[in-house]
């Protein structure tokens, strides 16, 4: 099976001793940083409902993005990602062999490199998805990646023998994976939190999960989706009364 997940805000740049690898697109993030350099703070604040500072910050970020970068500037994806799913995939804890069965089986979509691999080396950046940048494909990063990200989805898919891909992405990343040129089964888990008998999403409980489910699939070595039914992690469990094949629903006592 292929896993993705999305990309984080925050970022972790500690160094790291393992060996990276280059994006397959590589040149579209040189592209798309190239023309992010080019907006003004004003207009990195509106792109992406950031602050002042954080404006600043990655507008620096983007004037600094260089065209062959070296170890000094770039850091393995999986590690330098430091949001809530990352405390859940927790992969600075992965063992060499998890972390080489990783490097074929998950992939981290973002809106800047298109599809990642963990050890990718990536750039400090942020630029979310769902961001309305506009370049000579389209107004939005949804139009600039079109059908790009299915199809790199489909050529690792038939890498590793799989036709099936657990989706535990946002839906403002996977929204960007075409449906129509996906030749892949897409299955979502769904994480709840149950309070008096009353189940609901969690947004912080349900980003950490999605990252801890990748990281039993990782651990596991799954190639069944069947297998991801036996999740346990955090206390959560499957419940088949809530769920479908293509949605297999998990809920734990509610965490306060």
């Known amino acids: 099976?292929?896993?993705?997940?999305?990309?984080?805000?925050?970022?972790?740049?500690?160094?790291?001793?393992?060996?990276?690898?280059?994006?397959?697109?590589?040149?579209?993030?040189?592209?798309?940083?190239?023309?992010?350099?080019?907006?003004?703070?004003?207009?990195?604040?509106?792109?992406?409902?950031?602050?002042?500072?954080?404006?600043?910050?990655?507008?620096?970020?983007?004037?600094?993005?260089?065209?062959?970068?070296?170890?000094?500037?770039?850091?393995?994806?999986?590690?330098?990602?430091?949001?809530?799913?990352?405390?859940?995939?927790?992969?600075?804890?992965?063992?060499?062999?998890?972390?080489?069965?990783?490097?074929?089986?998950?992939?981290?979509?973002?809106?800047?490199?298109?599809v990642l691999r963990p050890l990718d080396r990536i750039q400090a950046y942020r630029l979310e998805m769902g961001s309305k940048l506009k370049t000579r494909r389209g107004k939005s990063l949804y139009d600039y990646w079109r059908d790009q990200l299915s199809k790199a989805l489909n050529v690792q898919g038939e890498a590793v023998g799989s036709d099936v891909l657990v989706n535990c992405a946002s839906q403002e990343y996977f929204g960007a994976v075409a449906p129509k040129a996906l030749n892949l089964r897409v299955v979502t888990p769904v994480f709840m939190e149950d309070k008096a008998g009353a189940p609901k999403i969690v947004s912080f409980f349900a980003k950490k999960a999605r990252g801890a489910m990748a990281r039993y699939i990782i651990q596991h070595r799954l190639t069944d989706p069947e297998g991801i039914l036996e999740f346990d992690t955090g206390g959560y469990a499957y419940r088949a009364d809530l769920s479908t094949p293509e949605k297999p629903v998990f809920v734990r006592p509610y965490q306060s």
Do not use: C
């Open 1 to 114: 099976m292929l896993v993705v997940i999305s990309p984080a805000k925050r970022l972790d740049w500690a160094e790291r001793d393992v060996t990276a690898t280059e994006p397959a697109f590589q040149d579209d993030a040189i592209r798309l940083a190239k023309t992010a350099r080019n907006l003004t703070l004003g207009d990195l604040q509106k792109l992406m409902d950031i602050s002042p500072d954080l404006a600043r910050l990655n507008r620096d970020r983007f004037r600094s993005f260089v065209e062959e970068p070296d170890g000094d500037v770039t850091r393995p994806a999986a590690l330098a990602f430091a949001g809530d799913t990352y405390q859940g995939l927790e992969a600075a804890s992965l063992d060499a062999e998890e972390l080489a069965w990783a490097q074929d089986h998950l992939r981290i979509l973002s809106g800047l490199y298109g």
